[in-house]
């Protein structure tokens, strides 16, 4: 009772439950994009299930915090580096991310001979093991931030929970005004391909402030709406040619 009277413990529950939201922005992204492949159907429960398994992974990784903490120390050098536990799994995501991404924008802008040529299914299950892949590193980032900047258990928590609970209501609409404007979403793969170049340099001890990466991205998604409205007036939309087949 005593805890839940300080003020102290509902300002970091306040300040940790809106950095968790701001951290959560690229995954909610990235769930959107690969969730499209799915029929229209599928797309609202992979999203809810992504976001579902990133909420009790990083519930899991918080009720091991010896474990976490652990993976600081040094495994490993290379080239002069030292390598930890997180560092690799920063790495590894990164460049999945980087890959990823810049598959997914080839992918995008096939052209006609190539969009009759390469057709290949997306399946659910095969959409869930690929957000499940990138939840490990997102949950990673925000378990570790969690630990930062609050002390108690039940509030890294519980803003955990709220954090995921915005992004569940938010996400579809994120997802839906995403898939409404192509190029949107390829500004949204460009981020995705900013935030795995990031992950990659925070593996290797190259501390780039995320402060920089936010106003950039908000500057560009600031720009792009200016754009959009202006092709509103005098051109018609931009279609993107997805090499893809949903499942039937």
Same mark, same amino acid.
């Given at each position: 009772?005593? $805890?839940? !009277?300080?003020?102290? *413990?509902?300002?970091?529950?306040?300040?940790?439950?809106?950095?968790?939201?701001? !951290?959560?922005?690229?995954?909610?992204?990235? *769930?959107?994009?690969?969730?499209?492949?799915?029929?229209?159907? $599928?797309?609202?429960?992979?999203?809810?299930?992504?976001?579902?398994?990133?909420?009790?992974?990083?519930?899991?990784?918080?009720?091991?915090?010896?474990?976490?903490?652990?993976?600081?120390?040094?495994?490993?050098?290379?080239?002069?580096?030292?390598?930890?536990?997180?560092?690799?799994? !920063?790495?590894?995501?990164? #460049?999945?991310?980087?890959?990823?991404?810049?598959?997914?924008?080839?992918?995008?802008?096939?052209?006609?001979?190539?969009?009759?040529?390469?057709?290949?299914?997306?399946?659910?299950?095969?959409?869930?093991? $690929?957000?499940?892949?990138? &939840?490990?590193?997102?949950? #990673? &980032?925000?378990?570790?931030?969690?630990?930062?900047?609050?002390? $108690?258990?039940?509030?890294?928590?519980?803003? *955990?929970?709220?954090?995921?609970?915005?992004?569940?209501?938010?996400?579809?609409?994120?997802?839906?005004?995403?898939? +409404?404007?192509?190029?949107?979403?390829? #500004?949204?793969?460009?981020?995705?391909?900013?935030?795995?170049?990031?992950?990659?340099?925070?593996?290797?001890?190259?501390?780039?402030?995320?402060?920089? !990466?936010?106003?950039?991205?908000?500057?560009?998604?600031?720009?792009?709406?200016?754009?959009?409205?202006?092709?509103?007036?005098?051109? +018609?939309?931009?279609? #993107?040619?997805?090499?893809?087949?949903?499942?039937?």
């Amino acid at each position: 009772m005593e $805890q839940l !009277l300080d003020p102290n *413990i509902w300002a970091s529950l306040l300040t940790l439950t809106a950095l968790e939201v701001v !951290l959560g922005v690229d995954n909610v992204v990235f *769930i959107s994009i690969l969730s499209s492949k799915l029929r229209a159907d $599928q797309q609202e429960r992979a999203r809810r299930v992504g976001l579902t398994l990133a909420m009790f992974m990083r519930i899991g990784l918080l009720l091991t915090l010896s474990w976490i903490i652990g993976l600081t120390a040094p495994l490993l050098i290379i080239l002069g580096n030292e390598l930890s536990g997180r560092d690799i799994i !920063l790495i590894v995501g990164g #460049l999945f991310l980087l890959g990823k991404s810049t598959s997914e924008i080839h992918e995008l802008l096939e052209g006609d001979e190539a969009h009759k040529s390469k057709r290949t299914a997306a399946s659910f299950g095969s959409v869930i093991a $690929q957000i499940l892949a990138l &939840d490990v590193v997102f949950s #990673l &980032d925000s378990v570790l931030t969690a630990v930062g900047l609050a002390e $108690q258990l039940w509030v890294m928590i519980v803003a *955990i929970v709220v954090a995921v609970g915005i992004m569940l209501i938010s996400s579809g609409y994120i997802a839906a005004y995403v898939n +409404k404007h192509p190029t949107l979403k390829m #500004l949204a793969l460009s981020f995705l391909l900013l935030i795995g170049t990031s992950l990659v340099a925070e593996g290797l001890d190259v501390h780039v402030p995320r402060g920089y !990466l936010y106003f950039a991205m908000a500057f560009s998604v600031f720009v792009e709406v200016l754009n959009m409205r202006l092709r509103a007036r005098h051109a +018609k939309p931009v279609e #993107l040619r997805p090499t893809y087949v949903k499942e039937q």
